[in-house]
C-alpha cells in the first residue's frame, strides 16, 4: 500500500512570482498531449494531500511566507521541484527590488529544472527524478538538496553575465 | 442574523493558477463585498526596464507575461518605433499579425479550459488543452519557442515565416478548426455548463463603462470596444469587427472568447493570404527621445504603455497598464451579491493576469 | 509623442476630471514620473480610441488628491502609486496604507529617483538612477 506514494504522486502547484510562462507549461504537462498522469501523476490543490511540491519563479517580500506555509502543509515525506531559471537565481528579473532570490532560500529543493521557461519535456524529466527522490525518502534516506544550476549567474556577476546573454541573441 | 465573515480566498486556491487574495465579506453564503490583496508577483520589473537598454528592454518586456508575450513585445516595439520614427515594413507588420493572432488563440483556449476546470469538467479542460497544443506547435515550428517567442524587435520582427511554415500554420487551423467544432458546443449548449455560467456575475454596461473594464469583459457587457479595429500593425488592412455580447454573465464573456477564436482564426488565414513580400525589419541608429503611449488589445483586453526617453539608451520611464489591471474594479462589482461556490467561476471568467497586473 | 495634453493643477483636478466623466470619457490609467524636482503625474481618458491626456505637476512631499471618490477604478492606480512613489493620496476609497504591492520589509519608494543621481550616458549603464 505504501508503494501507492510513488506509483502515484499527488502535486500541488505553488507559483511564486513566476511570470506565467512556467505555469502554463506545466499545466500543458498535464493535458493529454504531454500527459504527466501516465506516471500516476496527479494535480491537486489541496497542499495536505500532496507529496510533490513544484514551484515556479522566485521569492519576493510577500509571498516568501506563502511558499513556506505551504511547504510546511505537505506531508513528509516530500519533494519539491523547482521548474524555471527564476527559481534558482531570480532569472531575468535577478535585478529587481522586490525579489529576494531563488525558491531555495526559503524551502530546500531537491530537483532544479532549468529554462525560461523549460520545456514540458524538461518538466517531465523533472518530476520523474523527484519521484525517485520520494521513493528513497520514503525508505528512510535522507537526500542532500540538490546543487543549483551551473549556468546559474551571480548577482554580482549580473552585468557581464547580461551582456553575453544579449551578445547570443543578437547573432541568432 | 449573524454577522459578517470574512474569507479568504487565495493566495493558493485550486481554481486559481496564480496568487492573489480576495478577502470576501459574507453574510452567511451571500459576498457582500471582496476586497483584493495583491503583492504575490510583484517583482519591480518597471524598475529594472530603466536600468537596461531599450533593445534589452524587449526581452524583459515578454516576462512580464509568458501567455501574451509577444503583444506585451510588439506593444512596446510600437512605442519605441513611434518615438523613433520608423515605420516597419509591411511583412513585418502582417507577421506581426498572425504571431498576435496564434497567441490570441493559444490564450483564449488556455482561458476557456481553465474555466471549464473551475467549474468542474476536467475532460472539457483536458480537450481544449490538446486543441491548444496545435497552436503551441505552430508557434514552435515559426519562432522555435513556445512561450517567449522573443521575434518582435523595434524596427520590425527578427525571422521571418518562410512559404512553408505558412502553410503549415494554414493546415494546422485546419485541425483547430475542426476540434473546436466539436467542443465548442458543448462548452456553450451543455444544460450543466450553463447552470453554472448563465446569470452569474452579472456586470451592467454602465457599470462596465464605469470601472473602465476592458476586453472581453466590457464586450461581453455591451461594449463594442477593440483597439484592432483601430487599425494598428497590419489591422487596419484586415478588417476586425469587435466582437459584442450583451448578457454580461459568465457565459457571454466565454461566448465572446469562442467568437474570437474563429474570428483570430479567419484573420490569420487572411493575413497569410494577403502577406507582401519584402524586407522584415528596418534599420536604425537612433536613440528614443520623448514620450509616447502605446495601446494594443491582448486577449484580455487593452494594454497601456507610456514610455518615456533621453536620447540614451535607457528609457526614463516605462510605465505597463494591463488589462487585469483595469478588470480588478469591474470583477469586485461583480462579485458583490454572488455566492461563495460561484466565486472562482466569476474571478476566472475575466480571465486574469496577475503577473501581468503587478509586474 | 502624446497628443492632447492638457497642463492641469491641484486644485482644479477634480473639477478637471469630473467635467470629462458626462461626456463619456473612460478613465484608462494614471501615470507617474519622477522628474527629479517634481513628479509628473498624466491622467489618461479614452473616447473612441482617442486618448485625452491631463497632466499634473506636483511638488514633492505634497499630497495628492484622490479622484477615487468619483472614479472609483481609480482606486488601484492611487494605491500603486502611493506605493512606489511614496506620495501620499488624500480621500482614497479604500486605502492600503502604503502596503498594495510592497510589504513592511520591501525598500520604500523603489521608482523614486535620489536628486542628482540621474546621471546616464550612452555606454555606462552602470550608474543609473539608485534605489532610495
Redesign the interface.
Known amino acids: 500500500m505504501f508503494n501507492a506514494v510513488s506509483k502515484s504522486p499527488w502535486v500541488v502547484?505553488?507559483?511564486?512570482?513566476?511570470?506565467?510562462?512556467?505555469?502554463?507549461?506545466f499545466?500543458?504537462c498535464l493535458?493529454?498531449?504531454y500527459d504527466v498522469e501516465r506516471f500516476g501523476i496527479l494535480h491537486?490543490?489541496?497542499?495536505k494531500h500532496a507529496d510533490v511540491l513544484v514551484v515556479t519563479?522566485?521569492v519576493?517580500?510577500?509571498?516568501a511566507r506563502?511558499l513556506q506555509n505551504?511547504y510546511n502543509q505537505i506531508p513528509d515525506p516530500k519533494v519539491v521541484v523547482a521548474m524555471g531559471v527564476c527559481t534558482s537565481s531570480g532569472?531575468?528579473?535577478a535585478?529587481?527590488?522586490?525579489?529576494l532570490g531563488g525558491v531555495d532560500i526559503v524551502i530546500p529543493v531537491d530537483v532544479f529544472v532549468p529554462g525560461?521557461?523549460p520545456?514540458p519535456e524538461a518538466m517531465i524529466d523533472g518530476i520523474v527524478k523527484a519521484v525517485g527522490i520520494l521513493e528513497r525518502k520514503r525508505k528512510g534516506e535522507v537526500f542532500p538538496t540538490a546543487p543549483k544550476p551551473t549556468h546559474t549567474f551571480k548577482p554580482s556577476e549580473e552585468?557581464s553575465a547580461?551582456k553575453t546573454v544579449?551578445k547570443e541573441?543578437k547573432t541568432? | 442574523m449573524a454577522k459578517n465573515t470574512i474569507i479568504p480566498f487565495g493566495p493558493q486556491h485550486p481554481v486559481l493558477p496564480e496568487p492573489i487574495q480576495l478577502r470576501l465579506v459574507l453574510d452567511e453564503e451571500r459576498v457582500v463585498s471582496a476586497i483584493p490583496v495583491v503583492g504575490y508577483v510583484h517583482r519591480g520589473l518597471e524598475k529594472l526596464a530603466e536600468q537596461k537598454d531599450f533593445l534589452q528592454d524587449t526581452f524583459l518586456i515578454e516576462r512580464i507575461c509568458g501567455i501574451c508575450s509577444f503583444i506585451h513585445s510588439l506593444t512596446y516595439s510600437m512605442g519605441i518605433e513611434s518615438m523613433m520614427g520608423l515605420t516597419p515594413p509591411p511583412r513585418a507588420q502582417y507577421l506581426r499579425v498572425i504571431w498576435s493572432e496564434l497567441h490570441r488563440m493559444h490564450s483564449h483556449l488556455l482561458a476557456v479550459g481553465l474555466l471549464a476546470d473551475a467549474f468542474g469538467f476536467e475532460n472539457l479542460f483536458m480537450q481544449l488543452w490538446r486543441t491548444r497544443e496545435h497552436i503551441m506547435d505552430a508557434m514552435e515550428a515559426t519562432t522555435g519557442a513556445r512561450v517567449m517567442l522573443g521575434t518582435c524587435c523595434p524596427g520590425g520582427v527578427r525571422k521571418d515565416i518562410d512559404p512553408e511554415l505558412l502553410k503549415f500554420i494554414l493546415t494546422t487551423l485546419v485541425t483547430v478548426e475542426k476540434e473546436m467544432d466539436e467542443q465548442m458546443p458543448v462548452l456553450l449548449n451543455d444544460y450543466s455548463v450553463k447552470q453554472r455560467l448563465c446569470g452569474v456575475g452579472i456586470l451592467d454596461k454602465q457599470t462596465a463603462y464605469e470601472r473602465g473594464a476592458v476586453g472581453p469583459t466590457a464586450r461581453a457587457s455591451g461594449i463594442a470596444m477593440d483597439l484592432r479595429t483601430h487599425g494598428y500593425a497590419a489591422y487596419g488592412e484586415l478588417g476586425v469587427e469587435p466582437m459584442v455580447e450583451t448578457d454580461g454573465d459568465c457565459y457571454a464573456r466565454t461566448k465572446v472568447r469562442v467568437r474570437e477564436l474563429y474570428q483570430s482564426m479567419n484573420i490569420v488565414r487572411k493575413a497569410i493570404g494577403q502577406i507582401p513580400a519584402g524586407p522584415i525589419n528596418v534599420p536604425f541608429k537612433t536613440k528614443p527621445d520623448g514620450e509616447v503611449v502605446m495601446r494594443a488589445e491582448q486577449p484580455r483586453g487593452e494594454v497601456l504603455y507610456y514610455l518615456k526617453g533621453n536620447g540614451t539608451d535607457m528609457l526614463e520611464r516605462l510605465r505597463v497598464r494591463t488589462p487585469t489591471f483595469a478588470n480588478i474594479p469591474p470583477v469586485l462589482a461583480m462579485l458583490a451579491g454572488c455566492e461563495l461556490a460561484d466565486v472562482g467561476v466569476i474571478v476566472i471568467s475575466i480571465d486574469p493576469c496577475i503577473s501581468c497586473t503587478e509586474r | 509623442m502624446i497628443n492632447n495634453v492638457e497642463n492641469i493643477t491641484v486644485d482644479c483636478l477634480l473639477d478637471k476630471v469630473a467635467s470629462k466623466l458626462p461626456l463619456g470619457f473612460r478613465f484608462v490609467t494614471m501615470t507617474c514620473v519622477d522628474c527629479g524636482e517634481h513628479f509628473d503625474i498624466l491622467y489618461h481618458f479614452d473616447k473612441n480610441y482617442e486618448l485625452t491626456n491631463f497632466r499634473l505637476s506636483l511638488k514633492k512631499g505634497e499630497p495628492l488628491p484622490s479622484i477615487s471618490g468619483l472614479i472609483f477604478a481609480a482606486l488601484v492606480v492611487e494605491n500603486e502609486i502611493q506605493d512606489l512613489f511614496g506620495i501620499k493620496v488624500n480621500g482614497l476609497a479604500l486605502d492600503y496604507e502604503g502596503r498594495f504591492l510592497l510589504t513592511e520589509t520591501a525598500p520604500e519608494k523603489p521608482l523614486c529617483r535620489v536628486p542628482g543621481v540621474m546621471i546616464v550616458e550612452a555606454g555606462k549603464p552602470a550608474a543609473a538612477a539608485e534605489v532610495k
Open positions: 502547484h505553488f507559483n511564486c512570482n513566476s511570470c506565467n510562462g512556467c505555469d502554463i507549461e499545466l500543458a493535458t493529454p498531449h491537486i490543490g489541496n497542499p519563479g522566485s519576493n517580500n510577500r509571498n506563502v505551504v532569472g531575468v528579473f535585478g529587481c527590488y522586490n525579489i525560461c521557461p520545456r552585468q547580461e544579449i541573441e541568432v
